[in-house]
Each structure stands twice: as structure tokens, then as C-alpha cells.
Nanobody, 126 residues
Framework: QVQLVESGGGSVQAGGSLRLSCAASGGTYSRDCMGWFHQAPGKEREGVAHMYTKTGMTYYGDSVKGRFTISQDKAKNTVYLQMNSLKPEDTGMYYC???????????????????WGQGTQVTVSS
């Protein structure tokens, strides 16, 4: 069993930055792929970035490429999402997720993760 706990959401103005954290525990094998999903109000959950934790290889969605960075601290079992140059359309809930296997050349689909965090709210004002 994997537990994921997100933190770091909040409210910022457009152009600002936030760093989300996802602390993971349990089920090491099930955490081969760690990702972040964004769910805007009234829309479906969409993968924005994910990482194959064994090698550090990453994938980014087109909407966040060049602005967001996913990283990990293995010693702390924590995955981060550094979000820079935030835009109002980045507003929504952000969820950390764990999946196996890990696609490296396409987005992580919302149907793939086995485990989800509770989500953290990000609000970007114009």
C-alpha cells in the first residue's frame, strides 16, 4: 500500500512560482512512476509531468514544458513539482500519483495510477 501526501499549494499572481511536494511511503515497487496531475474546474484530470524514479527520466506535457520541473529526493521519498511562470489556466487541483509501469514518451493517463494523493489547490490570479 502506498500513501501519498501533497503539500505546497496556494494562491499566487500570474508569473509567480510554487513548489509542490509529494511525500510517499510504502510499496516501493508501486512507485516506479511518480507523476503530477492537474484538474482544472469542470475539466478532467490531466497528467502534466511524471518521472521514472529509478533513472530520473521525465516527461512533460506541452502546456507546462519549460515552466514546470519534476524532481525527487530519494532519501526523503519525496517528489516535487517546481512551477514557474504560472498562468491563470494553471489554476486547479494538483494530484500526486504513483503508477507502474512508467511511459516515457507519452503522458501518464489518469486511468493508470494505482495510488493518488488527496490533492492540493493552486490558484493563479491575473
Amino acid at each position: 500500500q502506498v500513501q501519498l501526501v501533497e503539500s505546497g499549494g496556494g494562491s499566487v499572481q500570474a508569473g509567480g512560482s510554487l513548489r509542490l511536494s509529494c511525500a510517499a511511503s510504502g510499496g516501493t515497487y508501486s512507485r516506479d512512476c511518480m507523476g503530477w496531475f492537474h484538474q482544472a474546474p469542470g475539466k478532467e484530470r490531466e497528467g502534466v509531468a511524471h518521472m521514472y524514479t529509478k533513472t530520473g527520466m521525465t516527461y512533460y506535457g506541452d502546456s507546462v514544458k519549460g515552466r514546470f520541473t519534476i524532481s525527487q529526493d530519494k532519501a526523503k521519498n519525496t517528489v516535487y513539482l517546481q512551477m514557474n511562470s504560472l498562468k491563470p489556466e494553471d489554476t486547479g487541483m494538483y494530484y500526486c500519483a504513483a503508477a507502474v509501469p512508467c511511459p516515457l514518451y507519452r503522458p501518464l493517463l489518469a486511468t493508470q495510477p494505482t495510488y493518488w494523493g488527496q490533492g492540493t489547490q493552486v490558484t493563479v490570479s491575473s
